[in-house]
C-alpha cells in the first residue's frame, strides 16, 4: 500500500484523496470501498506498475522533491486548504517557519506598479520576510527580484510542473528561486491551472498584496481565496481612472487594507522595518536633487535641471543613483518622486 501511489492515481485528485487520508492508514485498505470499484482497480494497476517508485526516480534526476500530504515536512499551511493536494513538487528549499507575504498584480503592470512591487519585495526580504508570488510577467518577476535583491527566500508557485518554466524568459530567474508545484513533472501550463495554483499562493502567505489589478484578474481570485483563509489582503491604491487598478480599488472599496507603503504591510504583520530600512539622506549633488525633488512633490528631469542649473545627463544619472538607493521612484510619463 501506497499513499504517494494512491496521490499518482489516474481519477483521484485532492477531494478524494482526502476521503482517503481521513481515514487514517486503514484507508489504504478500503479504496473501494471509499471511491468505488473503478479507482480501486486504477490504484491497484499504479501500484502494480511502480509509478510510484518512477516517480521518485524522475524527480530526484531533476533536483525536486515530492513531499506529501502524508509527510511531516509537507507546507503546513497548505493543509488549511478545503482540497490539499496530494503531492506537491519543491525544488530548492522552503522550511517556512517566518512570515510570508504574497505579492502579486497585472502581467500588464505599469512602471510604478513594477517598481513598488520590486521595493516592496525588497523591504520585504530585508526584514526577514519571505516573499511568495507566481513567476508571471509583470508584478510577480518584479516581487521576485527584489526579493532576491533584499537577501531574503522567494517562493514561486507555477501553474506548471516544476520544470516546465513559464513565462520562457524567466527560466535564468527561476534558477535562483524555489520552486513549487502541485503539477507533475513535465506537466505544461494551462488556463486551468492558474487559479487552482493561486489557492497555493493564498494560503501560503500571512499576507496578499495586490499591487496592480484590472477588474478580470487572477490577482483578485488569489485576494478572494486569501480573504476566505482568513489572510490579511491589502491593495495598493491607483489613479481612478486607470482601468488597470480597478480591481486593486474595488478591493479597497470593499475594506481591503491600504498598502502605500512597505511599513503598511510590515505593521499588518505586527513587524517593524528591518534597522537597515531607514537610509540615511544623499549628501552632495545627489542630496540636493532629493530635497528639490521633495520641495516638488514629483517633476520631469528638465524641471529639476532648471531648479539645479544642472545638465540633463547630470540629472539623468544621480536619478539612476537614488533609484537604486531607494530615495527615488520612476512615475508613469518620465516624472519622479522623491521616497523618504
Given at each position: ?137 509583470g508584478v510577480d518577476t518584479a516581487a521576485h527580484k527584489g526579493a532576491l535583491a533584499g537577501g531574503g527566500p522567494t517562493l514561486a508557485v507555477l ?112 513587524m517593524a522595518a528591518a534597522p537597515g530600512a531607514d537610509r540615511p539622506k544623499p549628501d552632495g549633488a545627489a542630496g540636493a536633487l532629493w530635497e ?49
Open positions: 500500500m501506497s499513499w504517494l501511489a494512491l496521490a499518482l492515481t489516474p481519477g483521484v485528485g485532492p477531494a478524494r484523496f482526502l476521503k482517503v487520508f481521513e481515514a487514517g492508514e486503514e484507508g489504504l485498505e478500503r479504496v473501494g470501498e471509499l471511491l468505488g470499484a473503478e479507482l480501486e482497480r486504477a490504484y491497484r494497476r499504479t501500484l502494480a506498475a511502480g509509478e510510484a517508485e518512477r516517480a521518485k526516480e524522475r524527480a530526484a534526476a531533476s533536483g525536486v522533491r515530492p513531499v506529501g500530504l502524508w509527510e511531516a515536512d509537507y507546507p503546513p499551511t497548505l493543509r488549511h486548504l478545503a482540497d490539499p493536494p496530494p503531492l506537491v513538487y519543491l525544488k530548492g528549499g522552503w522550511s517556512g517557519g517566518r512570515p510570508a507575504v504574497a505579492v502579486v498584480g497585472s502581467r500588464k503592470a505599469q512602471p510604478w506598479a513594477l517598481d513598488f512591487s520590486e521595493r516592496l519585495a525588497r523591504t520585504l526580504a530585508e526584514a526577514g520576510v519571505a516573499v511568495v508570488s507566481g513567476l508571471a510577467r501553474g506548471s510542473g516544476v520544470d516546465v518554466v513559464y513565462p520562457p524568459e524567466n527560466a535564468e530567474l527561476a534558477a535562483r528561486l524555489t520552486l513549487m508545484s502541485e503539477l507533475p513533472l513535465g506537466r505544461g501550463p494551462s488556463a486551468g491551472s492558474f487559479p487552482r495554483r493561486n489557492r497555493l499562493i493564498a494560503a501560503l502567505a500571512d499576507a496578499v498584496v495586490i499591487v496592480q489589478a484590472p477588474e478580470k484578474s487572477g490577482a483578485l481570485i488569489t485576494a478572494a481565496l486569501a480573504a476566505e483563509l482568513g489572510r490579511e489582503v491589502l491593495a495598493v491604491p491607483g489613479r481612478p481612472s486607470d482601468w488597470a487598478s480597478r480591481g486593486s480599488n474595488r478591493l479597497l472599496a470593499d475594506g481591503a487594507g491600504v498598502a502605500q507603503d512597505p511599513d503598511d504591510v510590515l505593521e499588518a504583520l505586527g528639490a525633488l521633495r520641495r516638488r512633490g514629483e517633476a520631469l528631469p528638465d524641471d529639476l535641471a532648471l531648479d539645479l542649473n544642472l545638465g540633463a545627463a547630470e540629472v539623468l544619472g544621480l536619478l539612476t543613483r537614488l533609484e537604486l538607493s531607494g530615495h527615488v521612484r520612476a512615475l508613469p510619463g518620465g516624472r519622479y518622486e522623491a521616497v523618504g
